[in-house]
C-alpha cells in the first residue's frame, strides 16, 4: 500500500470510492466535486498498485486549521489500517497546525476510530459544533 498525493482527478476512481460508501450526494455536483479537489488544501491516495483504494482531502490554512473534508477507503479494503495511514499521513503533514478538526457520523465505529487516532469529541471538551447546510 503506498500513500501518495492524489494530484490528477479522475472522475471515474472518485466515483468509484464514493459509490462503494454510499455517498451519492457528491456524485450529484460533478463539476463542484471536480472544483472542491483542485482547491483542496491537500489530497492523498493510497494505491495498491496503480488502483485507487483510498483518499483523504483535507481543507484550511494549514496553519491555524485543516479540516479533514472527506476520507474514504473501498469497502472491500476497510478494516486493513489504510484509512489509519491516510489520517496519519495528513497528521504529521500538519503537525504543527493549532487544531484539526473533522465531522463524522455519530456511530460506535466512527468515534473509536478517530478517538484511537487522538481526536476528541468536540463536546468533551466543553465545545458546541454548529454546520448550515
Do not use: P
Amino acid at each position: 500500500m503506498t500513500i501518495k498525493e492524489y494530484d490528477h482527478f479522475q472522475l471515474d476512481e472518485i466515483v468509484n470510492l464514493y459509490e462503494s460508501v454510499g455517498w451519492m450526494n457528491y456524485l450529484e455536483r460533478v463539476d463542484t466535486l471536480r472544483e472542491a479537489y483542485a482547491n483542496s488544501l491537500c489530497v492523498l491516495g493510497a494505491y495498491d498498485s496503480d488502483r485507487l483504494v483510498g483518499i483523504i482531502r483535507a481543507v484550511g490554512d494549514g496553519r491555524t486549521i485543516v479540516f479533514v473534508q472527506d476520507i474514504i477507503v473501498l469497502s472491500e479494503y476497510q478494516r486493513q489500517g489504510i484509512g489509519s495511514k491516510l489520517l496519519q499521513a495528513v497528521m504529521e503533514r500538519y503537525q504543527d497546525v493549532y487544531q484539526m478538526e473533522l465531522l463524522t457520523d455519530n456511530t460506535e465505529k466512527t468515534k473509536a476510530f478517530y478517538r484511537s487516532a487522538g481526536f476528541t469529541a468536540s463536546d468533551d471538551l466543553g465545545c458546541l459544533a454548529f454546520i448550515k447546510m
